[in-house]
């Protein structure tokens, strides 16, 4: 893993500090910090870093509740049980790609069902900011899932007898959900926000087959991917990889020393 | 739970029920339609299609673009499963059964390395695998997928063998049984159950994977299903290859939706890592 990984970066981090440029490759050289100073003094960058913070912050959000009631059907439901798990496995099991087409054509004009209820003329998919609604939505709809499952996990941990207790003390349905089952699901919580916000952060497949990053849409992955493979512009590119790399690492530092996080690691060690 | 068991009870959870489903199956459905669609009504805007054809099907089968594809999706996905699971057991069962120094940092690298952000390895990777030739081969794209599933591997694996019940082992040898039939029949029963979910995970992991095969490969020798389909085109210049995706969209997730059908108690127990047993 070490091989694949560590060596990889290490190389990467090499690259950003040269200029070099796949249709210049004469040219290479060892250029210092210079990379980082163009990534970082330019529009395209910030652009792309307050969209993906922004796809991140929402659709994590959104993500959150709509688990936390995707967790408590699935939970409590006392009919088809089992259909429902099943439904639900399917976003999170479908290819993100073919997922993202199916999201593209549904707000294509004239072809999708859902365009057809915008008023005429109108191009979702071609304007900044109801594209990135549609990426939120399909990224909302895509990982959910896997949100609910993992508090899912959670609240099977909350013991029945417990919320007997605090039902025959007199507490309603509301005050057993905030006071009893969210506390008692804090870690799972936790370790699910912490898994979504560092993927949410790296989202590339739905923006790309939605709107190609086009219109102020690119997310900080897909600015890497097209310095590397439209502009062949590998310097600039594993500057960006680089950048992306330190902005994950600093959300998940942040998560732990802030939220108390046990690491994520701790879920493995036992505390169960 | 029996006491609350009232009809209204059960139709409000029905209905409940039935947008869930509604939920998670209406995006699926609007591309299956899409891809029965003929290519004149494909820009129709109807959810049901007027006319069912399979043309869109015989369409992509027909070209070696597609078929090509799906043999590498399915090979490369398979092999890269294969030696993750089998690599990520010997790593989960060191970490569910022995202790020692550097465990914690293990397990913290692997996350580390799940979490982490995959363009940022495009791009030496993209630079080293051409200078080693492993650039658009099966190899080139199996070892990230390895690097990048084993930490899922090992966790969901370790997850389960802590659950399993060692001193059934050692009970087995009391009895009589050797070190190696003690393996055998006791404890390879109880992790089979975690192998295949794991499996499973990994597999539609790589199965998912965009981003590296369309970096890593340029022609059909290695791309996988996602990559070629985001480069389909149409059977002439000025059609837009709508149906033709679709229906390879549909084509990839007939194996998800069969996995699901099949294990989805196995899948939910495995993103949950075994806490709903108890």
Redesign the interface.
């Known amino acids: 893993?070490?091989a694949?990984?560590a060596?990889?970066?290490g190389?990467?981090v090499w690259?950003s500090l040269q200029r070099y440029d796949l249709r210049f490759p004469a040219q290479r050289e060892f250029v210092g910090l210079s990379n980082y100073v163009a990534v970082l003094s330019d529009g395209y960058w910030w652009n792309a870093f307050s969209v993906t913070v922004a796809i991140t912050a929402i659709s994590v959000a959104i993500e959150l509740v709509l688990g936390l009631a995707?967790a408590l059907?699935?939970h409590?439901?006392?009919?088809?049980r089992?259909?429902?798990?099943?439904?639900?496995?399917?976003?999170?099991?479908?290819?993100?790609?073919?997922?993202a087409?199916?999201?593209t054509?549904?707000w294509t004009p004239?072809?999708?069902?859902l365009?057809?209820l915008l008023p005429d003329g109108s191009a979702p998919l071609t304007e900044q900011l109801p594209a990135l609604g549609i990426v939120v939505l399909a990224e909302v709809?895509k990982t959910t899932?896997?949100m609910a499952?993992?508090l899912?996990?959670?609240l099977?941990?909350v013991p029945d007898d417990l919320l007997r207790a605090a039902q025959v003390d007199g507490a309603g349905p509301w005050q057993r959900l905030t006071r009893i089952i969210l506390p008692m699901m804090k870690p799972a919580i936790l370790v699910a926000l912490l898994?979504r916000t560092?993927?949410a952060?790296?989202i590339?497949?739905n923006i790309?087959?939605l709107t190609r990053g086009n219109n102020g849409t690119g997310s900080?992955?897909i600015l890497?991917?097209d310095n590397?493979?439209k502009a062949f512009n590998?310097g600039i590119?594993?500057a960006?990889?680089?950048l992306?790399?330190l902005c994950?690492a600093i959300i998940?530092f942040l998560f732990i020393k802030l939220f108390g996080t046990a690491?994520?690691?701790s879920?493995?060690?036992?505390r169960? | 739970m029996a006491a609350m068991d009232t009809p209204g009870r059960k139709a409000g959870w029905g209905l409940i029920d039935l947008l869930v489903i509604g939920y998670a199956l209406t995006p699926v459905l609007w591309i299956a339609s899409l891809s029965f669609k003929p290519t004149s009504l494909v820009t129709d805007g109807h959810f049901i299609p007027r006319e069912w054809t399979l043309d869109n099907y015989r369409g992509i089968f027909a070209t070696d673009e597609f078929t090509r594809a799906l043999v590498n999706s399915i090979g490369i996905a398979i092999i890269a499963t294969v030696l993750a699971v089998a690599i990520g057991m010997m790593a989960a069962y060191a970490i569910a059964r022995l202790s020692f120094p550097g465990k914690k940092l293990l397990i913290g690298i692997s996350l580390l390395i799940a979490m982490f952000p995959q363009i940022s390895l495009v791009s030496p990777l993209f630079e080293i695998e051409r200078s080693v030739g492993l650039f658009d081969t099966w190899p080139g794209l199996i070892l990230p997928y390895i690097t990048f599933s084993l930490p899922l591997a090992i966790y969901t694996l370790a997850a389960f063998f802590r659950e399993i019940p060692w001193e059934l082992e050692k009970a087995a040898k009391m009895d009589g049984a050797t070190q190696a039939q003690a393996f055998r029949s006791v404890i390879v029963p109880l992790a089979a159950p975690g192998v295949v979910t794991t499996a499973i995970l990994v597999f539609i992991f790589c199965w998912n994977d965009f981003l590296f095969a369309i970096s890593l490969t340029s022609t059909d020798a290695a791309r996988t299903v996602p990559a070629a389909m985001a480069s389909f085109t149409g059977s002439s210049q000025f059609e837009e290859p709508t149906g033709s995706i679709a229906a390879a969209a549909v084509v990839i997730t007939i194996p998800i939706v069969l996995f699901v059908l099949f294990f989805q108690r196995r899948i939910v127990a495995g993103l949950t890592s075994g806490a709903v047993k108890g």
Request: net charge positive; glycine share 10%; no cysteine.
């Open positions: 893993m070490l694949v990984t060596y990889p970066v190389y990467a690259l995707l059907a699935m409590r439901t006392l009919i088809a089992g259909a429902v798990r099943t439904a639900v496995l399917i976003p999170y099991g479908i290819v993100t790609v073919a997922a087409f199916s999201w054509y549904a004239g072809t999708g069902y365009a057809n709809w899932p896997f499952l993992l899912l996990a959670g099977a941990l898994f560092l993927d952060f790296r590339f497949d790309y087959v900080v992955s890497g991917y590397l493979f590998l590119g594993s960006i990889s680089i992306i790399f994950v998940a690491a994520p690691g879920n493995v060690e036992g169960r």
